[in-house]
């Protein structure tokens, strides 16, 4: 019974994530990891999150593979490459139990950063900046499963005020490095059997949550929701955090 109630959490946690990925352009890790780690080990939880989330942004790239910026690619995804490939076979090696309270924190400074900094930063498209962003993205999605935040910032440089180009060179970026990160996973033996029966209902749910982001991408208020988004992390993090130290 427990393996079904794991089913439906990652069916609809999926519909949620794919919902905001869709009309923000990142979100899914985020929102599915307040969840998959309540059922799952931290391990298993990020590289499910990961595998999900790379179809789902494998679908929105082509979508709007004409609008990326392919030159402002290559380098973030190098230095993301092998950021995060050191980290996911780093956390093999180390006691993810003790480093729970460090997700918890993590999530709360990804909402703190984004309640009452993100619109006051601004970062320049340039080699420096995009090094930067890529390394913590890496070190984040390595060892937690969530690297969005930080090339959120280096994609909105990039495209200024262009949206499309915004949501494809970042889906773009997110399906480049997700193949390498379910590879670098798969290679290290954290992508279990558990873990692909879960991504079954995932990619459903992944699948209703595009559709209906796509319905509503042109009338919802992203503010709001961005902000409703960052409550949650904000006490999911907190939760997580002094439960674990």
Same mark, same amino acid.
């Given at each position: 019974?427990?393996?079904?109630?794991?089913?439906?959490?990652?069916?609809?946690?999926?519909?949620?994530?794919?919902?905001?990925?869709?009309?923000?352009?990142?979100?899914? #890790?985020?929102?599915?990891?307040?969840?998959?780690?309540?059922?799952?080990?931290?391990?298993?939880?990020?590289?499910?999150?990961?595998?999900?989330?790379?179809?789902?942004?494998?679908?929105?790239?082509?979508?709007?593979?004409?609008?990326?910026?392919?030159?402002?690619?290559?380098?973030?995804?190098?230095?993301? /490459?092998?950021?995060?490939?050191?980290?996911?076979?780093?956390?093999?090696?180390?006691?993810?139990?003790?480093?729970?309270?460090?997700?918890?924190?993590?999530?709360?400074?990804?909402?703190?950063?984004?309640?009452?900094?993100?619109?006051?930063?601004?970062?320049?498209?340039? =080699?420096?900046?995009?090094?930067?962003?890529?390394?913590?993205?890496?070190? =984040?999605?390595?060892?937690?499963?969530?690297?969005?935040?930080? /090339?959120?910032?280096?994609?909105?440089?990039?495209?200024?005020?262009?949206?499309?180009?915004?949501? #494809?060179?970042?889906?773009?970026?997110?399906?480049?490095?997700?193949?390498?990160?379910?590879?670098?996973?798969?290679?290290?033996?954290?992508?279990?059997?558990?873990?692909?029966?879960?991504?079954?209902?995932?990619?459903?749910?992944?699948?209703?949550?595009?559709?209906?982001?796509?319905?509503?991408?042109?009338?919802?208020?992203?503010?709001?929701?961005?902000?409703?988004?960052?409550?949650?992390?904000?006490?999911?993090?907190?939760?997580?955090?002094?439960?674990?130290?």
């Amino acid at each position: 019974m427990g393996n079904l109630w794991n089913f439906f959490y990652v069916l609809a946690a999926s519909v949620g994530g794919g919902v905001i990925q869709t009309t923000t352009g990142f979100g899914y #890790g985020i929102f599915v990891m307040l969840f998959f780690p309540l059922f799952l080990p931290l391990l298993q939880a990020s590289a499910l999150s990961s595998m999900i989330g790379m179809w789902l942004s494998a679908t929105l790239a082509w979508r709007y593979r004409k609008h990326a910026d392919y030159r402002s690619l290559w380098l973030p995804v190098a230095v993301y /490459m092998v950021v995060s490939t050191l980290c996911i076979t780093w956390s093999t090696r180390v006691n993810m139990g003790g480093l729970k309270a460090y997700f918890g924190l993590f999530l709360i400074l990804v909402a703190v950063y984004f309640i009452f900094f993100s619109k006051r930063i601004h970062l320049r498209a340039n =080699a420096g900046s995009a090094t930067v962003c890529s390394t913590l993205s890496g070190a =984040a999605s390595g060892f937690f499963g969530i690297g969005g935040p930080p /090339m959120v910032l280096y994609y909105l440089a990039v495209a200024g005020e262009d949206k499309l180009k915004y949501l #494809g060179s970042l889906q773009m970026f997110f399906l480049f490095t997700g193949i390498s990160n379910i590879v670098s996973r798969a290679a290290n033996g954290i992508i279990t059997k558990e873990v692909l029966l879960l991504a079954i209902p995932g990619l459903i749910g992944q699948i209703i949550g595009k559709s209906i982001g796509l319905k509503i991408i042109d009338r919802i208020n992203i503010e709001q929701l961005k902000r409703v988004i960052y409550f949650f992390l904000a006490v999911a993090g907190a939760l997580t955090f002094f439960t674990n130290i």
